[in-house]
């Protein structure tokens, strides 16, 4: 069965680091995707996309220029760098992966595999 598994969440202080992964099971890997973002009270935010390939991404206007996609196909992994991290970075994060279309970006509703979220803590 397809699955995501995310890692690498946790508390930072403001200024610092962090690397999400997300490995994915299944042939779910060979779709574009995506990492999202939710508070409490809030709806999910997209943060950043990428294709099959590598090829295309894309980011937040607020995490661009700080935070970068990348996948290693060979291990089934994508990731998500996060430098210059601020206290409104903190979030759960979630992986997806959309099977049914070619690019999901940045519509939620295009993605029909998601990851059980990591929490990340930005402390100012």
């Known amino acids: 069965q397809a699955q995501l598994v995310e890692s690498g969440g946790g508390l930072v202080q403001a200024g610092g680091s962090l690397r999400l992964s997300c490995v994915a099971s299944g042939r779910i890997f060979r779709s574009s995707m995506g990492w999202f973002r939710q508070t409490p009270g809030k709806e999910r935010e997209f943060v950043a996309a990428?294709?099959?390939?590598?090829?295309?991404?894309d980011y937040a206007d607020s995490v661009k220029g700080r935070f970068t996609i990348s996948r290693d196909n060979a291990k089934s992994t994508v990731y998500l760098q996060m430098n210059s991290l601020k206290p409104e970075d903190t979030a759960v994060y979630y992986c997806?992966?959309?099977?049914?279309?070619?690019?999901?970006?940045?519509?939620?509703?295009?993605?029909?595999?998601w990851g059980q979220g990591t929490q990340v803590t930005v402390s100012s």
């Open positions: 997806a992966a959309s099977s049914r279309v070619l690019w999901g970006g940045r519509n939620s509703a295009a993605y029909d595999y």
């Open positions: 990428i294709t099959w390939n590598g090829g295309i991404t």
